[in-house]
């Protein structure tokens, strides 16, 4: 009797958000995920069995990294490691990996690459996720849901001034081009930094002269608590500090679901109305 012929995957071209054409053989059975947001996503996706990799960083879901191999951080990679997983496809982000690191991979396997700035990039990502592991009608329910959410955010009457910090020593502050730049005014906020770029270091000083009335602390990338409340109320002691949550700013997969409304909730809470 003829034995059943082995699965060979169809490869699928398709551009990336980086305009990077990546042959990706449909549908990918190992992935290796080297962003946390995206590794949620693809555990929201159903596709949990099937990540082999991801980084330190991915804390989400909470088994994540108990079924998965661990590859070293979003920006130091682990390349033996990697081999040994075989991935068929790999997928990183333009931000968050390094270049370096990305090129070698790409040599020698399917990495797709997700370049965020807005919610509408964020939202073209996880469809286009969908497509290339054969979950597209899962994403766009998941994209769609979030779409809705953001939505029915009533606008504000008028944004409140604010600066948001993801850095201390130096401190830095996310800027003009970030993710957390489009959804500070979805929040309820007027960027006082709107006019720098990116994640800039700001001194004292400069945060004296700009006034913000709120003090944004992310509890990520640096973990700001209320400890350091204290130190940025002496610099603006007008100002209001508060501590967020900095996944619900900055995770740009399918922790977006609860974003719209822990910024209705914290609305509330700094008296921001519509």
């Known amino acids: 009797m003829p034995s059943t012929p082995p699965f060979i995957p169809t490869p699928l071209n398709v551009t990336d958000q980086m305009n990077r054409r990546v042959a990706v053989p449909l549908p990918p059975q190992r992935i290796v995920s080297l962003v ?6 693809l555990f929201d996706l159903g596709l949990g069995s099937r990540v082999v990799g991801l980084t330190k960083f991915c804390i989400h879901p909470k088994e994540a990294r108990s079924q998965a191999t661990v590859i070293g951080g979003t920006k130091n ?26 090129e070698q991979l790409a040599a020698q396997y ?22 290339l592991t054969g979950r597209s ?18 606008p504000v009457a008028e944004p409140v001034s604010a600066a948001y910090f ?23 906020f007027r960027n006082v930094f709107a ?7 700001i001194g004292a000083d400069e945060l004296a002269r700009a006034a913000p009335q709120v003090i944004l602390l992310s509890s990520e990338p640096y973990p700001f608590a209320a400890k350091h409340v204290a130190e940025f109320q002496v610099i603006c002691p007008q100002a209001r500090i508060e501590i967020v949550d900095g996944e ?13 409304a822990y910024f209705q909730e914290l609305r509330y ?3 921001i109305t519509g």
Do not use: C
């Not at 993801?166 to 309820?188: C, H, K």
């Not at 619900?248 to 719209?260: E, I, K, Q």
């Open 36 to 41: 946390p947001s995206q590794t949620e996503l």
């Open 77 to 102: 990679f682990h390349f033996e490691r990697i081999a040994e997983l075989k991935p068929d496809l790999i997928i990183g982000n333009k931000e968050e990996n390094y270049q370096a690191g990305i």
């Open 110 to 131: 399917p990495v797709w690459m997700s370049d965020i700035f807005t919610l509408d990039d964020s939202l073209r990502m996880m469809r286009q996720v969908g497509l």
């Open 137 to 154: 009608a899962q994403a766009e329910a998941l994209a769609a849901e979030v779409a809705r959410s953001f939505a029915e955010l009533p």
């Open 166 to 188: 993801i850095w201390r020593q130096p401190y830095m502050v996310a800027a003009a081009g970030t993710f957390i730049d489009d959804l500070l005014p979805r929040a309820g």
């Open 195 to 201: 006019d720098r770029g990116r994640y800039p270091e």
């Open 248 to 260: 619900l700013f900055s995770w740009y997969g399918s922790r977006l679901r609860h974003s719209a």
């Open 269 to 271: 809470r700094l008296g």
